[in-house]
């Protein structure tokens, strides 16, 4: 089993920079590929950027690649997303997902999931 906690949301600028963490619990949290997912009012969950277990493959989606990037700590146990360039349409409450063996943008294939930190971005 895996417990994931997301941390550092909060309010920012258009503009600005965010860093999100994401702490996993569990001896084999390391081998999980990792993502990170977004849910904006009214609007589905969407797949943000995914990390390979060994942080050697990502992926982003094609509305924040150049401006976010994904990383992970696996003595730490932790994933990192750092959010620059931060657009209003950023606005949505974050999540941290785990489970499969290799990154993958759907999110029914994840089996783990963070209660969500937000994130407000401002004009």
């Known amino acids: 089993q895996v417990q994931l906690v997301e941390s550092g949301g909060g309010l920012v600028q258009a503009g600005g920079s965010l860093r999100l963490s994401c702490a996993a619990s569990g001896r084999t949290a390391s081998m999980y590929a990792m993502g990170w997912f977004r849910q904006a009012p009214t609007k589905d969950r969407e797949f943000v950027a995914g990390i390979s277990w060994s942080g050697g493959a990502t992926n982003y989606a094609d509305s924040v690649k150049g401006r976010f990037t994904i990383s992970r700590d696996n003595a730490k146990n932790t994933v990192y997303l750092q959010m620059n360039s931060l657009k209003p349409e950023d606005t949505a409450v974050y999540y941290c997902?785990?489970?499969?063996?290799?990154?993958?943008?759907?999110?029914?294939?994840?089996?783990?999931w963070g209660q969500g930190t937000q994130v407000t971005v401002s004009s």
């Open positions: 997902a785990a489970g499969p063996p290799f990154i993958t943008t759907a999110d029914k294939a994840y089996d783990y």
